[in-house]
């Protein structure tokens, strides 16, 4: 054998251990198809094109667009649909590989999961408890709609908002939702909902104090602790040493 060929096949093992190693989906066997396309199991062309592979065109053979979720392929209702309301037809475009494997060996390497929420139209991306199930816990069961202020359309679960990176809710600001953001509107909140913070009594202890801008309370405070004062252009341990003053 000689060196040239010795060479070229070397830099094609190594070309294969990278592709195996970045496209592991691609590069090992498919594994054994889905329940429902047990019946092509010895038929791959049924699905896959030749030296093209599997296409939406493929699927859509069997799988009507304005059926699925709807009808079986025989046409049959379907007695137990995932979703409450179809989805299919909302998509923008028709790409069923984007979501779908049918083999197993190939949903070994691909993340689960993960719906790529912009296939949806733009109405359909607002209606989430049509795929998603309302939580029935006592948090959720406060709180009506507006689900993009605490998931993603990335990540459904678990929620990304973080309640501390605005305002703690320890000590006697453990409250109901409703008791500072009125009508389920979470993108404003009032501090007038607890009867100690009322607009005289808060309006008169900050012009004390030389503060005239105060309507966005979490702007400086973030906890019930009135020694933490976060006050932009003053320094936070310039309000400390009034507080320890009016303390004394």
């Not at 299919?88 to 790409?95: A, S």
Request: net charge positive.
């Amino acid at each position: 054998m000689s060196k040239t060929l010795k060479l070229v096949l070397a830099a094609n093992l190594i070309v294969l251990a990278i592709l195996a190693f970045v496209y592991p989906h691609l590069m090992v066997g498919p594994g054994k198809l889905i329940p429902g396309h047990s019946k092509l199991d010895t038929d791959c062309f049924a699905c896959h094109a030749p030296f093209i592979g599997s296409t939406t065109d493929r699927c859509t053979t069997c799988h009507k667009p304005e059926e699925i979720g709807k009808l079986t392929t025989l046409g049959q209702p379907i007695q137990k649909p995932l979703t409450s309301t179809p989805f299919h037809q909302k998509l923008l475009k028709q790409d069923c590989l984007a979501c779908h494997s049918d083999h197993a060996g190939v949903k070994r390497f691909r993340i689960t999961g993960r719906f790529n929420h912009a296939l949806l139209q733009a109405d359909a991306r607002k209606e989430c408890q049509s795929c998603h199930k309302s939580p029935k816990d006592s948090l959720h069961q406060q709180i009506t709609g507006n689900c993009s202020q605490c998931h993603t359309q990335e990540k459904w679960v678990p929620a990304t908002f973080d309640h501390d990176k605005y305002f703690v809710l320890d000590r006697d600001h453990n409250v109901k939702c409703i008791t500072c953001h009125e009508r389920n509107d979470y993108s404003r909140y009032t501090c007038y909902g607890c009867h100690e913070h009322t607009p005289e009594k808060i309006r008169r202890e900050h012009i004390e104090e030389g503060i005239r801008d105060f309507k966005n309370c979490v702007e400086c405070h973030r906890s019930a602790d009135e020694h933490d004062i976060r006050m932009p252009g003053r320094g936070r341990e310039q309000a400390k040493e009034r507080r320890k003053r009016d303390d004394d």
